[in-house]
Each structure stands twice: as C-alpha cells, then as structure tokens.
C-alpha cells in the first residue's frame, strides 16, 4: 500500500470537510452563539461550499492550484476571522507542497505547519488563547511525532485528528484572549471554542480520506 497521498484524496478531504461542516454548521453556529457572533457555522458552510464548487468546475491539476483555488474562495467568500484564517490556511498549505499531483508524509506535514504559521500571522493566537491554534497545533505536533515513529501516514493522520478533538475539549475550561469571545473575559469559560471545532473537523475528515 502506498504511503503517499495522491491529489484525488486531497479533493476527496474538501469533499468530505464541506460535507462536515455543512452538517455541523447548526452546531457550530450554536458554539458561536455563546462566545461569538453565531455565524461561524453559516460562514463555514457557505465557505466550503463555494471553494468545493470552484475546484470541481475548474479540476485543479496540482496540490498548489487545488489549494489556492480553496484558500482565495474562502477569503472572498467568508466573512468573520474564519474567512482569512482558514483561508491563509489552505494558500499557505498549497504553496508548500507546490505542483505535485502526490504528496509524501514528510511534505504533507511540512505543508499543515506552514498552514499553522499562517493562522498564526493572520491571527496572532498562540496555544491557550482559546482559538482554532488550540486543536491545530497539537493536531500536527501529534502528527509530526507519529510519523517520525514510522506510522503510516493514515494512521498518523488519525493520531493527528485525535489530538486536535482533545484541544478542542481543552479550550472549554479556558478564558479566551482573542476574537469576539474575548470581550466575555471570565464568562467565555464553560464554552467550547467554535473555531477549534472546525478546525477538528479538517484534521478528522483529513484522516478519513487519507484512510480511503
């Protein structure tokens, strides 16, 4: 079996992050409505929706093109902090793996962690503030030690989607520093991040397609 991701599993993870988010946006909405403005769901869904119409219509031949063609729809077509963030995400993730049709392990993780350093210059979040940074950056962390352990990548990417599900459990009990939430100070305690909740989403629906 081989341990490379092909592109049409990187179309297949869209495919399955829009599904994701579109089915989880009342929820998302409802996480956001308790620290935010109560439209992350809608904004994701949306979001998603178009970025996946676009790569469908246009059939991107290579990593960078397919996530370009995401991370540009996502800051036109978003509205909120998630537009910009997850957009640099994916722009940043595309110009790291560049045009190639298979991505190896190595690169793939290299490529997420540029996406992380964008959210981060986007954002300024660090771990703790209570942000989508807090199931991110343990998502790849965890990836990046699974893979150098010499898992496959598909399992990597499960470990990966595991970690970031226990940062995004983490950021209930903490007291949020950036965004909207922060303006709740103490009171944002209790409540689980909405961008964190996405942002397993990916890492979740990531594994499922690299697992075919």
Same mark, same amino acid.
């Not at 690169?107 to 996406?115: E, N, V």
């Not at 922060?182 to 890492?203: I, K, N, V």
């Given at each position: 079996?081989?341990?490379?991701?092909?592109?049409?599993?990187?179309?297949?993870?869209?495919?399955?992050?829009?599904?994701?988010?579109?089915?989880?946006?009342?929820?998302?909405?409802?996480?956001?409505?308790?620290?935010?403005? *109560?439209?992350?769901?809608?904004?994701?869904? &949306? =979001?998603? $929706?178009? !970025?996946?119409? #676009?790569?469908?219509?246009? @059939?991107? +031949?290579?990593?960078?093109?397919?996530?370009?063609?995401?991370?540009?729809?996502?800051?036109?077509?978003?509205?909120?902090?998630?537009?910009?963030?997850?957009?640099?995400?994916?722009?940043?993730?595309?110009?790291?793996?560049?045009?190639?049709?298979?991505?190896?392990?190595?690169?793939?993780?290299?490529?997420?962690? *540029?996406?992380?350093?964008?959210?981060?210059? &986007? =954002?300024? $979040?660090? !771990?703790?503030? #209570?942000?989508?940074?807090? @199931?991110? +950056?343990?998502?790849?962390?965890?990836?990046?030690?699974?893979?150098?352990?010499?898992?496959?990548?598909?399992?990597?990417?499960?470990?990966?989607?595991?970690?970031?599900?226990?940062?995004?459990?983490?950021?209930?009990?903490?007291?949020?520093?950036?965004?909207?939430?922060?303006?709740?100070?103490?009171?944002?305690?209790?409540?689980?991040?909405?961008?964190?909740?996405?942002?397993?989403?990916?890492?979740?629906?990531?594994?499922?397609?690299? @697992?075919?």
């Amino acid at each position: 079996m081989s341990n490379t991701v092909p592109l049409a599993a990187l179309v297949d993870w869209l495919h399955r992050f829009r599904t994701a988010v579109t089915e989880k946006r009342d929820w998302l909405t409802e996480l956001d409505s308790a620290i935010g403005d *109560a439209d992350h769901g809608a904004n994701m869904s &949306r =979001g998603m $929706a178009a !970025a996946v119409e #676009k790569v469908d219509t246009t @059939a991107p +031949a290579t990593a960078d093109e397919l996530f370009k063609t995401v991370g540009m729809t996502l800051v036109s077509t978003v509205g909120g902090a998630s537009g910009p963030l997850y957009g640099t995400f994916f722009l940043r993730l595309g110009a790291t793996l560049g045009a190639v049709t298979e991505v190896d392990p190595a690169s793939l993780a290299a490529g997420l962690r *540029a996406g992380l350093d964008g959210i981060v210059a &986007r =954002g300024k $979040a660090e !771990a703790g503030d #209570k942000t989508l940074f807090d @199931a991110v +950056a343990p998502a790849i962390d965890a990836l990046d030690a699974a893979l150098a352990a010499g898992e496959p990548v598909s399992e990597a990417a499960a470990t990966a989607a595991a970690a970031a599900a226990a940062g995004r459990d983490a950021t209930i009990d903490l007291v949020a520093r950036k965004g909207r939430a922060s303006y709740l100070g103490e009171r944002s305690a209790g409540h689980m991040d909405p961008g964190s909740a996405s942002a397993t989403l990916l890492f979740e629906t990531l594994a499922a397609a690299v @697992a075919g």
